[in-house]
Nanobody, 125 residues
């Protein structure tokens, strides 16, 4: 069983930065960040597998960075999403997710087995 807990959301002005964290306990092969705006489908924006291979959606490439923070004890990992040069269109609920069994990390919500509760990011113009 994998448990995930996001934190770090908030409100910023366009051009600002936020750092999201996802505390993970349990085994996995892939970790992903997804987001969902009102009236839209949940979309994948960044993934990282246990080998350190990362992928980004075109909409966030060059602005968002995913990494692992191993400094927090009593957890397997903390997945970090550093978001810079934020735009109003980045406003959404952000979720982290974990996939077991495969090291291939697609941007498909159906591929992920466990989800966090989400954290809200609001970017004003």
């Amino acid at each position: 069983q994998v448990q995930l807990q996001e934190s770090g959301g908030g409100s910023v002005q366009a051009g600002g930065s936020l750092r999201l964290s996802c505390i993970v306990t349990g085994g996995y092969y892939c970790m992903g960040w997804f987001r969902q705006s009102p009236g839209k489908e949940r979309e994948g924006i960044a993934t990282r597998n246990t080998a350190g291979v990362m992928d980004y959606a075109d909409s966030v490439k060059g602005r968002f960075t995913v990494s692992i923070d191993r400094s927090i004890p009593a957890t397997n990992n903390t997945l970090i999403l550093q978001m810079d040069n934020l735009k109003p269109e980045d406003t959404a609920m952000y979720y982290c997710a974990a996939r077991q069994g495969y090291a291939y990390c697609p941007f498909l919500t159906s591929a992920y087995d466990f989800w966090g509760q989400g954290t809200q990011v609001t970017v004003s113009s």
